[in-house]
Each structure stands twice: as structure tokens, then as C-alpha cells.
Nanobody, 130 residues
């Protein structure tokens, strides 16, 4: 059974840091891209970052480049999102997801754009506020 479980969200002041975790099970991280996505009420869910073993570089949306870092722990089958220099506009529910099809991030993000990503975690809320 495929599972993705996010944790690590919370309330933080602007300029602060959080590390989100996405614990995965039921599939092999070596074969599929996994992404982080953000949902803000009233707005479309957006892609934030993505990691795939086949890719030479990880994907980041422009608004988080230089501040967020995606990584993986092979032993624990966990994907992390280190978020530094947080801004109020980073507030939202963060989800990790995979489509169990794409072995490159370009494929996962294309499928996300087509609403064709089936495996999502429950989300973790990040609030950046003074």
C-alpha cells in the first residue's frame, strides 16, 4: 500500500526555518519522482520542489530558490524540505506526492499540471507570521 505522511509543519516568525518530512512506504524512491506542493485557501495548489534520482538537479519554483532545499534519506525512505528565511507568503498546507509513473521531475510536474497525480499525503500546515 502506497503511503506518504507529512510532518514538521508549525508556526514560525518571518526569517525562521522549518524542516518538513515526507515518510514514504509501499514504493521504491529510487524509481519515482516525489514532489512538494503547497495549497493556500482560495488559490490553486502549486508545485514547490521535486526530487528524482534520475535528475542531475532538483526542481524549485522560483519563489523558493536559494531558501528551500529538498533532500532524501535512503535508509528511512523519507523526503525532506528544509525551509529557511521563511516569508509570510510561504504560508500554506504542504503536501508531498508522487504519481508512481514519472522517474523524472519533469514528468511528475507535467502530470500535476494535468491533475494526474494520484498519491498524496494528508498535508502539514506551515504558518509564517509575526
Amino acid at each position: 500500500q502506497v503511503k506518504l505522511v507529512e510532518s514538521g509543519g508549525g508556526v514560525v516568525h518571518p526569517g525562521g526555518s522549518l524542516r518538513l518530512s515526507c515518510a514514504t512506504s509501499g514504493f521504491n524512491l529510487d524509481y519515482y519522482a516525489v514532489g512538494w506542493f503547497r495549497q493556500v485557501p482560495g488559490k490553486k495548489r502549486e508545485e514547490i520542489s521535486c526530487l528524482a534520482r534520475r535528475d542531475h538537479t532538483n526542481y524549485y519554483v522560483d519563489s523558493v530558490k536559494g531558501r528551500f532545499t529538498i533532500s532524501r534519506d535512503n535508509v528511512e525512505s523519507t523526503i525532506y524540505l528544509q525551509m529557511d528565511s521563511l516569508k509570510p507568503e510561504d504560508t500554506g498546507v504542504y503536501y508531498c506526492a508522487t504519481d508512481l509513473w514519472s522517474d523524472y521531475c519533469s514528468g511528475l510536474l507535467e502530470n500535476f499540471g494535468a491533475n494526474d497525480v494520484d498519491y498524496w499525503g494528508q498535508g502539514t500546515l506551515v504558518t509564517v507570521s509575526s
